[in-house]
């Protein structure tokens, strides 16, 4: 390696610092707690309970970044998980729906919730923050109608499988307790998949100019992306492979990951967050992408209470409590600007993890939820000063 190369690589990783180092911390914090737990953290059977547990969190962290770009704040998401919860348990257990009908007329109920929430914000103008805050209170309310003040359940088999079913093995469904040899199979597959989506990704950025990556950040990057996703499919496949939540939620993160760093739309929400009045000038509808981010949130939020509600397997008046704090807090911490304009939908994921690691961690080693509130407070500052930090520094 040349000495320009070395200085090419150096300047990368300092320009994308908070990029790579939220995933080093996540790593960090994985082998802290792993040798804390005495290897409890990494156990399969604990694995696949940390996906389960921030399933919904990675899922509104994944709309919440969109919304965090385009300048904006959703504060409802909490209770719209809740209301979208309760909702769906009226109409399985109450009128005896079936669950093919429910979930798409929760998911659209969700996408009209965020979509008022952002007619106010896109076309009239009132700040996001006191929208969102009025939708918070309403859609409590409106839960606590729609129970009678108690808990509504159980759910029937078929609608608890959205969050706690598995991906059946294809490849001769082996003695339960053995191996799942379709889930690392997936894993294989997608392993593979990545480096050459990449490079296909590469190849058309440098028709038009020069790749800023280098081409080792680039090898290393998905080395280590790859050895990842192989350790943990097969950890998971030796329990009872992939939860069903988990392909959702790695199909919803392709199809984000998609959209901003690879279609008009995203370039446009970035556009808006870094400067709305240029990109209004530029041609760009605001209003109408402003809208779109908003009703997108509230779709996501839908899935993620039907999520919550499946995993619970009942409805409950205090579903979603404090929800949004964990949902925003993961999209700064995962490298997202309160200015908006910057993040990335890895991020935000990344940023989830980091949380929910904390709080399985914490729990598992005996920490009370006091003091988990206080250190998870911290590290979202910790965030948040890192990010005006590169702001100024640069």
């Known amino acids: 390696m040349t000495d320009t190369e070395t200085k090419s690589i150096g300047y990368y990783l300092r320009t994308h610092i908070r990029e790579y180092g939220m995933v080093v911390a996540l790593v960090a914090i994985l082998a802290f707690f792993q040798v804390l737990t005495d290897g409890i953290m990494l156990k399969p059977v604990n694995l696949t309970n940390l996906f389960l547990q921030n399933s919904y969190i990675i899922i509104m962290a994944v709309g919440m970044l969109l919304v965090i770009v385009g300048g904006n704040i959703d504060l409802s998401v909490g209770s719209v998980v809740g209301f979208i919860g309760a909702l769906a ?49 309403v859609f409590k309310g ?9 808990s509504v359940g159980p759910f029937p088999d078929s609608f608890q499988a959205m969050s706690s079913g598995f991906i059946p093995d294809f490849f001769g469904g082996l003695i339960e307790g053995r191996f799942n040899v379709f889930s690392m199979t997936l894993g294989v597959v997608l392993a593979a ?4 989506l990449g490079l296909r990704s590469r190849a058309k950025q440098e028709k038009f100019a020069a790749v800023e990556e280098p081409m080792t950040v680039f090898v290393i990057k998905h080395a280590v992306a790859g050895i990842a996703i192989l350790f943990v499919t097969y950890l998971l496949s030796t329990y009872r492979g992939l939860p069903n939540i988990l392909v959702i939620m790695a199909v919803l993160i392709a199809i ?53 509600a499946a995993r619970l397997n009942t409805a409950t008046p205090k579903a979603g409590l404090a929800f949004e704090l964990d949902v925003i807090a993961a999209v700064f911490i995962g490298g997202a600007s309160m200015s908006g304009g910057v993040g990335k939908v890895i991020g935000a994921v990344v940023g989830a993890l980091i949380m929910g690691v904390m709080n399985n961690g914490m729990s598992i080693i005996g920490v009370g939820i006091d003091w988990q509130q206080v250190i998870k407070g911290l590290v979202l500052l910790a965030a948040v000063i890192l990010d005006v930090y590169n702001k100024n520094k640069a």
Request: charged letters at 10%; glycine letters at 10%.
């Open 89 to 137: 348990a009226v109409m399985i257990v109450n009128w005896d729906l079936p669950t093919v009908l429910v979930v798409p007329v929760c998911l659209i109920a969700g996408a009209i919730i965020g979509a008022a929430q952002g007619y106010w914000v896109a076309y009239w103008r009132i700040p996001s923050f006191i929208v969102t805050l009025a939708g918070m209170l």
């Open 142 to 150: 409106l839960t606590l109608a729609l129970l009678g003040g108690a």
């Open 193 to 196: 998949l990545l480096p050459i």
């Open 256 to 308: 984000f990951t998609f959209i901003t760093n690879s279609t008009t739309l995203g370039r446009r929400i970035y556009a808006l967050g870094g400067n709305e009045k240029a990109a209004k000038l530029s041609g760009i509808n605001t209003k109408r992408l402003t809208f779109f981010t908003f009703a997108n949130m509230g779709m996501l939020a839908a899935l993620a209470g039907l999520v919550f």
